[in-house]
C-alpha cells in the first residue's frame, strides 16, 4: 500500500492532469501542446524505471506483450542485432525482446530500430517506451476531445470559468525580469549574439530591423522584451532602437516624442509602472498571427512551410535538419522543432532542457558555449526524453535496486494513472 503522504502527493497529481485537461481542451493547438507536455513527462519517468520495473509496469496497464524466449531470441540473434542500432551482441542476448503487432510498432519500423518478420516486430525492453506513448497518446487524445464535448457546461460553472479563461495561456518558469546580468550586453555585441545564441523568432525580428530599420509594434514588444531580459539597460535600449529607426524614415524628434515613451513603459517607468516580463514561447505561439508587414510571433507557427525552409536555408541548417524541422512543425510540435534548431546550430545530439522561453534559449547557448554546461554529444538510450518540471514528481530508481515491494508498487501506481482515466 501507498505511504500516506505518497498517496496525497498522487492524488495532487490526478486533480492537477485533470484540471489541466479542462484547461487545454479547448482548441486544437491547445490539445496538441498539451499532449506533447504529457508525453514528455511520462517519456521521462517510464525511463526512470529499471528494467525490472519497466515489465512490471507493462502488466499493470494492460500492455503485456509476449517475450520470446531464450531459444528464439538466440535463433534470430543475429538478426535483432542488425536491426537493432546501439545494442552489442552481448546487449542483444541479455535484452527481453518482446513480440509485438505491427500496428503497434510503426513508428520503430519506419525508424528501422526493430526486426519485421511473419507481421510483428521484435522488440527490446529499451525501445518498449515508443509503444507505451503510442498507447498513451491515442489514450490522452480520445479523452481530451471528449472533455471539449462536455466543455459548455462546465464552463457555466463561477468557480471553474476564470481559472479555465487564463489558465491555458499562464506561464510559470522564471520571467527574466531582473536579470543578474543588466548591464553587461553590449549594443556592438547584439549582432553577433543574434547569429549565435538567439532564438530563430529574435533572430528573424533582429534580420527585419536592421534590414528595415524599423518594427511594427508586436515586434517591438516581442524583441524589445526579449532584448531586456539578456541584460540590456533602459539607456542602452533607448540608444539602440533610436540609432536603427533615425537610419530609416523617422527622425530623432518624432522618436523622442512618440517612441521613446513605449520604450520607457516597457521597463516600467512610464504609465502604471508596470514592469513588463519577456514573452514566453506559449505566448508567442497564441499571440496574433502576424499580418502583412508584421514579423512577430513564432517562425514555425506563422510561417510559411516554405518560406520556413528558406530560411532554414540560408542560416544554414543541413538539409536532413530542416527534413526533421518541417516534421515537427507539420505535427504542431513547434517548441520541439525550435529545440531541434538548437541543436542543429549548436552541434549537440540531446539539448538536455525542455525549451519554454526566448530567454531561456539564450541563456542555455550562452552557458553552452561558454563551458558552463557540458556537451552532450550522445544520444541518450531513453530516446529523445526531456525532463520537466511541472510539478508532477518523477521517482529515480536506475540509480538503485528497488529496496521494498513499496516502493515499487508507489512508482508503478504514479505511472498507472495515466492509463486508468479516460
Known amino acids: 500500500a501507498l505511504a500516506e503522504d505518497d498517496y496525497e502527493a498522487r492524488r495532487k497529481d490526478h486533480i492537477s492532469h485533470f484540471i489541466l485537461r479542462l484547461a487545454y481542451c479547448q482548441s486544437e493547438d491547445l490539445r496538441r501542446w498539451f499532449l506533447q507536455q504529457e508525453m514528455d513527462l511520462l517519456r521521462y519517468r517510464f525511463n526512470e524505471l529499471t528494467d525490472n520495473l519497466r515489465q512490471k509496469f507493462l502488466e499493470h496497464v494492460n500492455l503485456a506483450f509476449e517475450a520470446i524466449s531464450e531459444d528464439l531470441k538466440n535463433e534470430l540473434a543475429n538478426e535483432l542485432h542488425a536491426s537493432t542500432p546501439g545494442l552489442t551482441m552481448t546487449k542483444v542476448k541479455e535484452q527481453m525482446y518482446y513480440k509485438v503487432g505491427l500496428a503497434d510498432a510503426v513508428d520503430l519500423f519506419r525508424a528501422r530500430r526493430v526486426f519485421i518478420k511473419d ?5 527490446p525492453l529499451k525501445e518498449i ?3 507505451v506513448l503510442n498507447n498513451y497518446r491515442t489514450k490522452l487524445s480520445k479523452a481530451l476531445a471528449l472533455t471539449a464535448r462536455s466543455l459548455p457546461s462546465i464552463q457555466s460553472d463561477e468557480r471553474l470559468q476564470p481559472l479555465l479563461s487564463h489558465l491555458s495561456h499562464s506561464y510559470v518558469g522564471p520571467d527574466y525580469s531582473a536579470q543578474k546580468n543588466t548591464g553587461k550586453i553590449s549594443l556592438e555585441q547584439i549582432d553577433t549574439l543574434s547569429v549565435k545564441s538567439f532564438p530563430l523568432c529574435m533572430r528573424q525580428l533582429h534580420k527585419t530591423l536592421r534590414d528595415n530599420h524599423h518594427l511594427r509594434h508586436g515586434g517591438r514588444m516581442q524583441y524589445g522584451l526579449f532584448l531586456k531580459g539578456i541584460g540590456l539597460t533602459l539607456e542602452q535600449a ?8 533615425i ?9 523622442d516624442k512618440g517612441y521613446a515613451y513605449s520604450i520607457r513603459h516597457s521597463y516600467g517607468k512610464e504609465g502604471k509602472r508596470t514592469d513588463y516580463t519577456p514573452y514566453s514561447c506559449m505566448k508567442i505561439i497564441m499571440s496574433n498571427p502576424p499580418s502583412q508587414g508584421d514579423y512577430h510571433g ?3 507557427r506563422h510561417s510559411d512551410p516554405e518560406l520556413l525552409k ?3 536555408q540560408s542560416y544554414k541548417v543541413p538539409p536532413s535538419g530542416i ?3 518541417l516534421e515537427l512543425v ?3 510540435h513547434y517548441q520541439l522543432a525550435c529545440q531541434k534548431y538548437f541543436e542543429l546550430t549548436h552541434d549537440v545530439d540531446d539539448i538536455g532542457f525542455s525549451l519554454n522561453h526566448p530567454n531561456q534559449y539564450f541563456t542555455e547557448s550562452q552557458r553552452l558555449l561558454s563551458g558552463g554546461r557540458e556537451l552532450k554529444k550522445e544520444p541518450s538510450n531513453s530516446g529523445n526524453s526531456q525532463q520537466k518540471n511541472n510539478g508532477q514528481e518523477s521517482t529515480n530508481s536506475n540509480s538503485a535496486p528497488t529496496s521494498s515491494t513499496t516502493t515499487a508498487d508507489a512508482e508503478l501506481e504514479g505511472l498507472e494513472a495515466y492509463f486508468t482515466e479516460d
Open 330 to 332: 507539420k505535427g504542431m
Open 238 to 245: 533607448l540608444e539602440f532602437w533610436k540609432k536603427e529607426f
Open 119 to 123: 507481421g510483428f516486430a521484435y522488440v
Open 129 to 131: 517506451d515508443a509503444i
Open 298 to 300: 513564432c517562425p514555425f
Open 310 to 312: 528558406q530560411k532554414l
Open 247 to 255: 537610419r530609416g524614415k523617422v527622425d530623432a524628434d518624432k522618436f
Open 323 to 325: 527534413t526533421q524541422i
